[in-house]
């Protein structure tokens, strides 16, 4: 495992949006997303304070990953933003950033997280899998390449 530390830090914070931006730029190279006309700085500030943006530090402070969770219902939150440097994948540092962001969630109060997936970002999906999250129906209407999954964290008397 890669000797990253899992920070709180504010979206409005220049390493956060260059983050994010990263993370757009590559969703855009992998699979066509047409993300890039998103205010990255006019979203930061709408999720500050708000939401919990995580990011993976180096032993640099350099941020070599990221992800936020917000409230998208009531006692449900949705993971978005979610990304680690393509150098640095295979090292445990996504699945430490998704448990952290399922720590904030359940410190939140929240039931259930949900995430969206391209189809084509295997190795996200590998981690969702296995980590729990289970094939759900779209929350929206959404692209045809964009999978649904959710993860219940608190038990219900059914299960």
Request: glycine fraction near 8%.
């Amino acid at each position: 495992m890669t000797a990253v530390r899992i920070e709180a830090l504010d979206p409005t914070d220049e390493r956060s949006q260059l983050a994010v931006t990263t993370f757009l730029s590559e969703m855009v190279e992998r699979v066509g997303a047409d993300v890039l006309e998103i205010d990255v700085a006019q979203e930061a500030r709408e999720d500050a304070g708000n939401n919990f943006f995580l990011v993976a530090l180096d032993d640099r402070d350099n941020v070599v990953g990221c992800g936020s969770l917000r409230q998208v219902q009531p006692r449900i939150g949705q993971i978005r933003r979610m990304w680690v440097n393509s150098v640095l994948r295979g090292r445990g540092i996504g699945r430490r950033l998704l448990s952290a962001l399922e720590g904030a969630g359940a410190v939140a109060g929240f039931d259930v997280i949900r995430i969206e997936v391209y189809d084509n970002l295997s190795e996200a999906i590998l981690l969702f899998e296995t980590s729990g999250y289970q094939r759900a129906e779209p929350f929206e209407e959404s692209p045809p390449d964009l999978r649904a999954y959710h993860k219940r964290l608190v038990a219900t008397a059914e299960e």
